[in-house]
């Protein structure tokens, strides 16, 4: 089994071939921080039309580095959701063009089921069920991963994601972009607890997630002059590691039977968030399973992964799809309160 992946729900571009048996025979991908960088933050019209320009060449690079062509490709997986609608759009019709002139299968895949199954493509060992942190730059969820198609939503954010925090943390103290990266680097230079910082939700029996007032907390800090940015960087990621462990620990005792404890999504690479997790899974007596840093962001092998486990499945969709801004996991979970409520 061969399955073409494209990915373009944010600012990066890519394409990507993988094998039902987890190899990747080839992974192209465009970044666009150039273009971001002066706005502090991702653009959506700048983002889509970057995508336009660059999606067809770097489908034709994947094809050639694979030294195959669309006629060897079992079906197309493109993400179909959540993310900036007009990057989706570029994807998902652009994987539509691809099936219905090859001839092929198209799965829609949601952008955080590619997350969620990604640990699955590096490591072939993990089985269902699962505890999975899913913490990027649009979300902050805890999901019991049931298996292909099957999630439970036990926690999400009521305002802010962790990932949408790191940046807005870094452009507030001027450390560049991407954000998350950035604070990372100032963090190993600060003390973490020099900055008495809030821990919000920590110790709650509400299970989500709350990072707004973390954010606030971090200008006010900034504004006040006192300490330096790296001090700040350091006692604010020490806060947000704090928060993802005391949401995480209150999910695993509403569960049973998991065989691991997971994390995925870009926020995954921060090697803070990942070691504490870590001990977290130790503390439990679970496996701890954490994608390489590069499959942890945004790219088209989690998402040609995602559509060999669903192909597989059986599980194919047709050609009249639509794309999705907002495309929950699990949408029969439910509402937690709070207006900007990341689904």
Not at 59 to 78: K, T
Not at 224 to 242: H, L, M, N, T, Y
Not at 245 to 254: E, F, K, S, V, W
């Amino acid at each position: 089994m061969l399955i073409l992946g494209l990915e373009s729900s944010c600012d990066e571009t890519a394409a990507a071939l993988v094998r039902g048996d987890r190899t990747i025979v080839a992974h192209r991908l465009a970044g666009q921080e150039s273009a971001h960088r002066p706005y502090g933050g991702v653009v959506p019209e700048i983002a889509a039309r970057a995508h336009v320009e660059i999606l067809a060449p770097l489908i034709e690079q994947a094809l050639a580095e694979a030294q195959v062509s669309l006629d060897d490709v079992d079906a197309i997986a493109a993400t179909a959701g959540p993310g900036l609608i007009g990057g989706v759009m570029v994807g998902l019709v652009t994987g539509k063009a691809l099936a219905h002139a090859a001839g092929k299968p198209l799965i829609a895949v949601n952008h955080l089921e590619g997350h969620a199954l990604s640990p699955r493509l590096a490591d072939p060992g993990l089985a269902f069920p699962y505890l999975l942190v899913l913490v990027s730059g649009g979300h902050c969820q805890l999901l019991f991963v049931e298996g292909v198609g099957r999630y439970r939503r036990l926690a999400t954010t009521i305002d802010d994601a962790a990932g949408e925090a790191f940046d807005k943390t870094a452009k507030i103290l001027g450390l560049g972009f991407p954000g998350g990266p950035a604070v990372e680097r100032a963090a190993v230079e600060g003390d973490a607890t020099a900055v008495p910082l809030p821990r919000p939700l920590k110790g709650s029996a509400e299970p989500h997630f709350s990072f707004a007032g973390l954010k606030s907390a971090v200008v006010r800090a900034h504004a006040a002059g006192r300490w330096s940015a790296e001090d700040i960087a350091a006692s604010f990621q020490a806060a947000v590691v704090d928060c993802l462990i005391d949401r995480t620990r209150r999910a695993l005792g509403a569960i049973d039977g998991a065989t691991a404890l997971v994390v995925a999504g870009g926020v995954a690479a921060n090697t803070a968030v990942r070691g504490a997790l870590e001990a977290l899974a130790a503390d439990h007596g679970l496996r701890f399973v954490a994608p390489p840093g590069w499959l942890c962001t945004d790219n088209a092998a989690m998402i040609a992964w995602a559509g060999a486990e669903r192909f597989a499945a059986g599980l194919t969709d047709p050609l009249d799809t639509p794309a999705r801004a907002r495309w929950p996991l699990d949408p029969n979970a439910e509402k937690a309160r709070g207006a900007g409520v990341k689904a």
